[in-house]
Each structure stands twice: as structure tokens, then as C-alpha cells.
């Protein structure tokens, strides 16, 4: 079982938003702003999205977005495009060891 | 440009033993945490070992303690994990990640495969 929870699956059709959330206690999610995203398709090593809850590593889209509320966190992405289908992950710091944790993962699909 | 670089995966006997390495370029390499993080087939993301920047502190999942010795040479940048006494359940793609921004797996590597299997 993962330290923070996320949907198993999302899906959405080209131009919408959809939100994926990350859900923690106030040892991770919230009680730092370090919560990261990641992107990965099949096959490939997983990908910076997001971190620190909403700043964009360059070069990365800006129809990518992050927030968060209390123990739960949110990745958004509109404008929805084909190659935004994979899965997604989100990390937190904690205070305990390993020091950061993942969620299990959540599936987008571009309908 | 910042790389990372596995090698050593391959396929092991139950109870074998096999050393990752994760060969680093383009950053000062004993400036960074690290961490090895591992995928099962069709599952998600766990985290291994970490290991901090001049290798005074480590950690280790409790699946994996008392196998697993996470070690890095910063005079060569180069990360290890060295596995004993592997298990079917330690078969994954295993990913070495720098620790950057500064609390985020910033970067990673392109990820070694182990099999466990008789």
C-alpha cells in the first residue's frame, strides 16, 4: 500500500481538463511544499512535471499545473492532448524515513 | 549535459547477488542525495535506498534491509546498490534519481532491468 493515495484512473477527451489528486497526512502533503509530479510513459523512466506543489521545471508545458489543499494535492492539465496519456505519480517529503514518498500511481487516458 | 547512467541488471538465481551501478555526469555529484527507486512490472513507484551527499547517511526500505547496500564513489560519480540474497519479488527496473530543488527527484535515470528467477 502507498504512503499517499491516488485514483487508479482518469480519463478525459482532447481540450478538456482533468485533475488528479494526491492525498497524504499532515506529515507529508501537508505539512511541506514539497510535493512533485511525474510523468511517465510506457516503457520510459519517469519524468519532472511539477514540484514544490506548482512550479514547472523548464522546458515543461505550462497546460501542466499544481496545487494543494491541507493533505491533499492536485495535478491539472488542460488543453488535454494525445501525448499526455500515461501514468502519473506524485512524491512528497516526510519527516520519517525514506524522507519522501510516492503515490501508486494514477493512469490518464486521452479518450 | 546532467545524465544518469544504470548498468549491472540482468537475470539472477533466487538468492543470487548483483551490483547495480548509476554512472553520473554533468553535476557535482557529491553535492546530491541519491536515491534508487524500483518498479515491479505494471506497478508503480517504490523507493529502495537513498544515500546522502558524502555517504555518512543511508536508508533502506524494510523489504529490502539487511539485503541491499546502497554506496556511491564520488571521486568516480558513481552510485551502487549492491543486492544479496535476491528474491522473485525484488525482479523490477530499477532507477537511480538525484535528490535536486532541492527536495524533488529532479532527475533520473533511464532505469536497469533485474530479473529473479530460477
Known amino acids: 500500500q502507498s504512503a499517499l493515495t491516488q485514483p487508479a484512473s482518469v480519463s478525459g477527451s482532447p481540450g478538456q481538463s482533468i485533475t488528479i489528486s494526491c492525498t497524504g497526512t499532515s506529515s507529508d502533503v501537508g505539512g511541506y511544499k514539497y510535493v512533485s509530479w511525474y510523468q511517465q510513459h510506457p516503457g520510459k523512466a519517469p519524468k519532472l512535471m511539477i514540484y514544490d506543489v506548482s512550479d514547472r521545471p523548464s522546458g515543461v508545458s505550462n497546460r501542466f499545473s499544481g496545487s494543494k489543499s491541507g493533505n491533499t494535492a492536485s495535478l491539472t492539465i488542460s488543453g488535454l492532448q494525445a501525448e499526455d496519456e500515461a501514468d502519473y505519480y506524485c512524491s512528497s517529503y516526510t519527516t520519517s524515513s525514506p524522507l519522501r514518498v510516492f503515490g501508486g500511481g494514477t493512469k490518464l487516458t486521452v479518450l | 549535459e546532467v545524465q544518469l547512467v544504470e548498468s549491472g541488471g540482468g537475470l539472477v538465481q533466487p538468492g543470487g547477488s548483483l551490483r547495480l551501478s548509476c554512472a553520473v555526469s554533468?553535476?557535482?555529484?557529491?553535492?546530491?542525495?541519491m536515491y534508487w527507486v524500483r518498479q515491479a512490472p505494471g506497478k508503480g513507484l517504490v523507493w529502495v535506498s537513498r544515500?546522502?551527499?558524502?555517504?555518512?547517511?543511508?536508508g533502506y526500505a524494510d523489504s529490502v534491509k539487511g539485503r541491499f547496500t546502497i554506496s556511491r564513489d564520488n571521486a568516480k560519480n558513481t552510485l551502487y546498490l549492491q543486492m544479496n540474497s535476491l528474491r522473485a519479488e525484488d525482479t523490477a527496473v530499477y532507477y537511480c534519481?538525484?535528490?535536486?530543488?532541492?527536495?524533488?527527484?529532479?532527475?533520473w535515470g533511464q532505469g536497469t532491468m533485474v530479473t529473479v528467477s530460477s
Open positions: 534519481a538525484r535528490i535536486g530543488l532541492p527536495h524533488t527527484f529532479d532527475i
Open positions: 544515500i546522502n551527499g558524502d555517504g555518512s547517511s543511508t
Open positions: 554533468g553535476f557535482t555529484f557529491s553535492s546530491y542525495g
